[in-house]
């Protein structure tokens, strides 16, 4: 969109648009919180083919704001959302889509528990403590919404089980942040490489050694207990989505040699993120993809020259 505009309007509106959007991002980031998640791709698109200095300069111009005590904070968060731009836009353009996705992801995660440390520390709890109080609340908004849909046998056994399912998400916790950040972030890149050439993600595999620490992880969550467990769970959980985007490639991979409609694409995508079984046999595909190559055994014994240009 920013680039269309850099082409039908002068500079200035473009850049007045892009400005405008930061400061809605800081000055009310509930309000834009879609458009804060877009952010990365906002910026790797508009900053094609223009001074970074030029574009860096205007992406940090919100982040003037965090001098306002209503806007501190944020200011901040934005800021880092820009650091991780940065960055996603730098693996962008030497076409590594894992990097453009693994290193955002750590910058924006380490903020998160930084962040998370410092209200620990400013409230005197530890911060398993305001995980508990975040779980806790969300646990309370949604026995607000099943006491008007559940019977009265059922919602007991909710009420029962409410202690064990907030052990258990906090315990995954770690793993929801990172696996919903990193999701954000390929939707991301699945939006830049829509928008240009030169990057296709049909192609995109993890690498090759990750199975081994998946298979360590795996030893971890059955075999021990306590933190170790925990560690492993988390860990089975985070490198499981890394399958899934290798498991939606291959799926991408095989609609795009298939030439199958927009349409038709977009409702298998659909159906896999709205089907939990449907998600975990793309993991599944994306893993054991490590052994048996299945964009080879789609590909069959026809040339493939058109794979190294064409983005689905």
Known sequence: ????????????????AFVFIGVF??????????????????????????PAHKQVSILLLPVVLVVIPGFRYSGIMYGVCVLASMNMRRWVRQKMPGEAVFYPVCILS???????????????VSAQDIIFRWVAKVMDEVEHLYAGVLSSGDMMDFKMAMPLIESRIVMLFPSIVVSSLAFILWA???????AQRGMNLTLW????WLVYVFIVVGI???????????????????IAHVYFFQ???????YVHKRSWGRISRWIIYLLILSQIYLMIFVSALGLFDVWFDFRK???????????EDSID
């Open 1 to 16: 969109m920013f680039s269309c505009l850099r082409g039908i309007w002068p500079q200035w509106i473009s850049t007045a």
């Open 25 to 50: 991002v800081v000055m009310f980031p509930a309000q834009a919180l879609p458009v804060a998640c877009c952010i990365p791709a906002i910026y790797c698109i508009y900053s094609r083919g223009t």
């Open 110 to 124: 380490a903020a998160f528990g930084l962040g998370l440390v410092v209200l620990a520390v400013s409230q005197g």
């Open 188 to 194: 991301n890149l699945l939006i830049v490489a829509g």
């Open 205 to 208: 595999s993890g690498p090759q």
């Open 220 to 238: 971890f969550a059955v075999a021990f207990s306590g933190w170790l467990r925990s560690l492993g769970v988390n860990g089975v959980v985070i």
């Open 247 to 253: 498991g939606l490639s291959i799926v991408a991979y």
């Open 297 to 307: 055994r789609i590909q069959g014994k026809k040339g493939d020259k058109e794979d």
